[in-house]
């Protein structure tokens, strides 16, 4: 499925009407919106629009597509705007996850991150300190914990793990679905 539109408004009306797509929870966030693959039910389509911060997350992703911990990036496609050829606006083909809950994050924040924290000092935007995630980084022996606490530290000034970045896949595991944000 190639991605192409004249403007954003029509060819997000096109996908909507003509391709039958539904948007997935509530659809948008700050920068992006989220539908159902029109094929595809176990896929979603991220577009994300002038979103630099969440497209590094992605090529992290996409340099670890093993990673327990991180979504599984199908595709990414440049998406051209006719009316706008300087935006940047981008479809990210994701597996559909579920909304982790409250009890999940902590749960595995206890469980496999960092179980020697006081769970109840969480900041609500990074969930640790830095000094904590430098803790994880030296206390874990999962290779892909490790990545991924590498790119949080080195992104720690955007990052955003409200439970909405959270989500899980068959089987429970918790996945860090979009950490960071351009602002706080």
């Known amino acids: 499925m190639k991605l192409v539109a004249e403007t954003l408004a029509e060819y997000l009306n096109r996908l909507w009407d003509e391709e ?3 948007g997935v929870g509530t659809g948008t966030g700050a920068n992006s919106v989220v539908f159902e693959h029109p094929t595809d039910k176990s896929v979603v389509v ?15 992703c996409r340099r670890n597509q093993t990673n327990r911990w991180l979504p599984h ?8 705007l006719t009316s706008e050829p300087d935006r940047e606006v981008w479809a990210v083909f994701v597996p559909r996850l579920k909304h982790a809950t409250e009890r999940q994050v902590m749960d595995a924040f206890s469980t496999e991150i960092a179980p020697w924290t006081d769970l109840k000092v ?13 803790y994880v980084l030296l206390m ?3 290779e892909d914990l490790r990545a991924l606490v590498t790119f949080l530290m080195r992104n720690f000034r955007y990052l955003d793990l409200g439970t909405r970045n959270f989500m899980t896949r068959e089987g429970g595991q ?5 950490p960071l944000a351009d602002r706080i």
Request: hydrophobic letters at 40%; charged letters at 30%.
């Open 122 to 134: 969480f900041s609500r935007r990074t969930r640790l300190s830095y000094p904590q995630w430098r």
């Open 73 to 80: 990036i199908f595709d990414v496609q440049r998406i051209a």
């Open 20 to 22: 039958g797509l539904k």
């Open 140 to 142: 874990t022996e999962d």
């Open 174 to 178: 918790l996945v860090f679905n979009d």
């Open 46 to 60: 991220k577009l994300s629009i002038d979103d630099p911060i969440y497209m590094s997350f992605v090529r992290f």
